[in-house]
């Protein structure tokens, strides 16, 4: 078995444990945000509501800011205050779609829109994850159909039976909702960890992550876990922040690792691999780049060395016509379920391969646009408008942009891709990427 790292990185200490708690706790009673998904569950007495509440909170606060959550959040839950309300919306949506009737503005069979889908999509689409959205009504779905409406009351079986449910969600929604004394670890608790035990190996790594659970299910208040893992993600994101963190005014500072060497550290930067005391010890900063006494506690966490992002180049045609009422309306196509982007609505597009020159790009294009509308474009038809940049966290997207005027209209294939008509109005309210806003625009 490989050796426990050294007592350094551990939590071995019990008084050290209850203190930890004891201050944390107490910090947070007095300082804690209010946050509507906090009222709901403190003040909800249905377990089943209160865990649906929680969850919401959880998968729209992934990768996003909480000042740009609340408002969604609070219009999610005014439409859809439960779980069996959220699978209602869902089930209609099945009933909408097979009598939708055609749009009537255009002659076009599969404009028919599937209103509560779409209501469900475009509330998520602000937050930048579609996927996420359709996956929570699908678990929702999932539990009125096969869990007789009662949500699983563990971590263990809500991570095993709801789909979009991970090791993190499923311990936040059992913590805060079931009282279950569960850890958790997310990008904030990540930092504090790091912080407070001094482990400076690459915190993406799965024996670090795996080190860092541990450590939060040692850590996690018995009999308050759910404030006590608010509180821990509540003190990375406004105490102990990535940059400039407030270590005068953290309540765990005297539990504190990486304050501790900053303030009593060797003033140079360490030249050895005797962070420890352990010679290959695997959570210790790599020998390569040690202790940085310029960054102080920010030298934890840290992450291997992130790879390039790939350069992509995509055609992406405004196609426009004169609605019923003069107005310009725009063509809309929806891109497949999965990927990049997954079930957003683009204009039509095509990724180009590397260094193609400007008029073989439009002659792909045309062709692309020809074999999909049965329209005659022609390349030369095509204007170019100029390219927006957009990048996404593992891709530099390059979009050059063409526009098309169209007399009448097109009839698209219905095998192909779902496509609507819209104003400029509908097109902002629909579940648009934010490349495509600058597109428009
Ligand atoms: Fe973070 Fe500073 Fe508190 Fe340590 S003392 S946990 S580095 S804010």
Request: with cysteine; aromatic share 8%.
């Amino acid at each position: 078995a490989p050796a426990p790292p050294p007592a350094r990185h551990l939590f071995s200490d019990p008084a050290e444990v209850e203190a930890l708690r004891g201050n944390l706790l107490a910090w947070y009673d007095k300082c804690k945000r209010d946050l509507p998904w906090r009222t709901l569950a403190a003040t909800e007495p249905d377990a089943d509501r209160r865990a649906y509440a929680v969850w919401v909170s959880e998968i729209m606060l992934q990768q996003t800011q909480v000042s740009t959550v609340i408002d969604y959040y609070n219009r999610w839950m005014q439409k859809w205050p439960t779980l069996q309300a959220l699978a209602q919306a869902s089930l209609e949506v099945s009933i909408a779609g097979a009598g939708c009737s055609p749009c009537p503005h255009s002659s076009s069979s599969n404009t028919a829109l599937c209103l509560l889908e779409q209501e469900v999509n475009e509330l998520w689409a602000g937050l930048g994850y579609y996927s996420r959205g359709k996956r929570l009504q699908e678990a929702a779905r999932k539990v009125v159909s096969e869990l007789a409406g009662q949500m699983p009351r563990t971590a263990e079986d809500l991570q095993k039976l709801l789909p979009g449910v991970g090791r993190y969600t499923a311990g936040a929604i059992a913590s805060i909702s079931y009282r279950q004394a569960t850890g958790v670890v997310d990008g904030n608790v990540i930092r504090v960890l790091c912080r407070l035990r001094c482990i400076g190996a690459d915190s993406s790594s799965p024996a670090v992550i795996d080190r860092l659970w541990d450590m939060a299910n040692v850590l996690v208040d018995r009999s308050r876990p759910g404030d006590f893992n608010q509180a821990l993600m509540e003190l990375g994101a406004t105490v102990c922040v990535p940059r400039a963190p407030l270590c005068g005014e953290c309540p765990v500072k005297q539990h504190c690792q990486a304050r501790h060497r900053k303030l009593f550290g060797k003033p140079t930067p360490v030249p050895d691999v005797e962070d420890c005391g352990v010679g290959d010890c695997p959570l210790c900063p790599p020998a390569a780049e040690p202790w940085d006494s310029s960054l102080g506690v920010t030298n934890f966490p840290r992450k291997a060395a992130k790879k390039q992002p790939r350069v992509a180049q995509t055609a992406t045609c405004v196609l426009e016509r004169r609605g019923c009422h003069g107005a310009p309306e725009y063509l809309i196509v929806q891109r497949p379920s999965s990927g990049l982007l997954a079930g957003l609505w683009e204009f039509p597009s095509l990724p180009l391969a590397q260094g193609l020159q400007e008029e073989k790009q439009r002659e792909v294009l045309a062709d692309h646009l020809r074999a999909w509308t049965g329209w005659p474009v022609v390349a030369e038809g095509l204007r170019f408008i100029g390219e927006v940049v957009h990048i996404f966290s593992h891709i530099h997207q390059t979009y050059v942009v063409y526009s098309l005027p169209l007399d009448g209209d097109v009839t698209l294939d219905p095998a192909l891709s779902p496509s609507r008509w819209v104003t400029e109005e509908e097109f902002h309210a629909s579940a648009v990427s934010t490349a495509m806003k600058k597109v428009l625009e």
